[in-house]
């Protein structure tokens, strides 16, 4: 079995990308990169959140005037649209927890937008706090698999001031798990030994999962993920199912 929040990891950012070539998400990465340069600062190399983000953002075609903009917003240089951070959540198709965070300019707007995904796809928005205690905050690094070995790697997180290591073979990184506020320290350790970060962000883990087998109840929680994926003020859906990596497959979202 596949852990089905992993898989959904690695369709939701190719999608992502995919999007934003289209011009459909460019609002989701300059948000982040706006964000993130208010809580870390405005310099990539001592905050790693706003690192990810801008990559993140280039690699999806994100003009460089834009992000500079972002840039400019989120350290206050410029001034900016008022964003506040919201998280929702409830309960998708076969009971599957789902825990959302946004960034938004209107919380009607994006409530409303919320709220209709549910419905439409047999889904249930709940109260806050009614499944936000199923997932962890993390700190979440990735570094490449190639030229170390479990036992390096897990010598080096230590060293570094990471707890634990797990190894994705799909994305053929390492990802070192910290406390969520020491994610910059262990990564600046990590450059201090020249190891390369392919990412650091703050995420967050399902404590308890639900097996989903029927194709009934995994066509609909996939497109319902979409959905909540799609919409632009949402910056990250977390479920907490596990599913065949071919029952996902065989549901592919177009």
């Known amino acids: 079995m596949m852990a089905g929040h992993s898989k959904w990891a690695n369709i939701k950012h190719r999608k992502m990308a995919q999007d934003a070539k289209k011009g459909q998400a460019y609002a989701k990465f300059t948000r982040e990169i706006i964000m993130a340069a208010k809580l870390g600062g405005g310099d990539p190399t001592g905050n790693f959140r706003l690192r990810t983000a801008i990559e993140r953002a280039k690699a999806a075609g994100l003009p460089n005037d834009t992000v500079d903009r972002a ?16 998280t929702y959540e409830g309960y998708g198709p076969g009971g599957v927890a789902v825990y959302i965070q946004a960034m938004t300019d209107n919380r009607n707007r994006t409530a409303g937008d919320i709220r209709s995904y549910f419905n439409k796809y047999g889904g249930n928005l709940g109260e806050t706090g009614c499944v936000g205690w199923m997932f962890e905050e ?24 990471a707890y634990d290591i797990q190894l994705d073979l799909d994305a053929g990184v390492y990802d070192l798990w910290t406390a969520p506020e020491d994610l910059n320290a262990v990564c600046q350790n990590l450059n201090q030994r020249q190891v390369i970060i392919d990412s650091a962000e703050i995420t967050r883990l399902p404590q308890t999962m639900v097996q989903v087998t029927d194709t009934e109840l995994a066509r609909p929680l996939l497109k319902l993920l979409d959905a909540l994926e799609s919409q632009e003020d949402v910056q990250n859906v977390y479920a907490n199912f596990e599913m065949d990596e071919a029952l996902i497959d065989a549901c592919s979202l177009s």
């Open 138 to 161: 993390k700190g979440q690094i990735g570094i490449p698999a190639k030229g170390y070995t479990e036992e390096q790697v897990l010598e080096l997180a230590l060293e570094c001031g």
């Open 71 to 86: 840039l400019a917003k989120g350290t206050g240089q410029l001034a900016g649209e008022s964003l506040e951070n919201l």
